[in-house]
Nanobody, 113 residues
């Protein structure tokens, strides 16, 4: 199993980023997928979840209205579109196949002027 996140970087407040997570080694289309984040000195927190079909999504309150999780089962990839970014969104972002111990290595997102 492999989960590889990409798309992080440095962005100014108010900016946008699109994270990607490419999955392999398992039947991607049968798993709900999640994005988590971990800021320095804080616990890892759930950001967004999407069902296996992509038909339903859920967001942390901090992400609602600004972030959008989506997936392309043909490409075995899950995305996180992040808009109106704030400094408090600074963290390492990880994707996870829900209810598994499968994690990617993370991608750093830094929101700063």
């Amino acid at each position: 199993v492999q989960l590889v996140e990409s798309g992080g970087g440095l962005v100014q407040p108010g900016g946008s980023l699109r994270l990607s997570c490419a999955a392999s080694g398992f039947t991607f289309s049968t798993y709900a997928m999640t994005w988590y984040r971990q800021a320095p000195g804080k616990e890892r927190e759930l950001v967004a979840t999407i069902t296996s079909s992509g038909g339903s999504t859920n967001y942390a309150d901090s992400a609602k209205g600004r972030f959008t999780i989506s997936r392309d089962n043909a490409k075995n990839t899950v995305y996180l579109q992040m808009n109106s970014l704030k400094p408090e969104d600074t963290a390492v972002y990880y994707c996870n196949a829900r209810l598994t111990g499968w994690w990617g290595q993370g991608t750093q997102v830094t929101v700063s002027s």
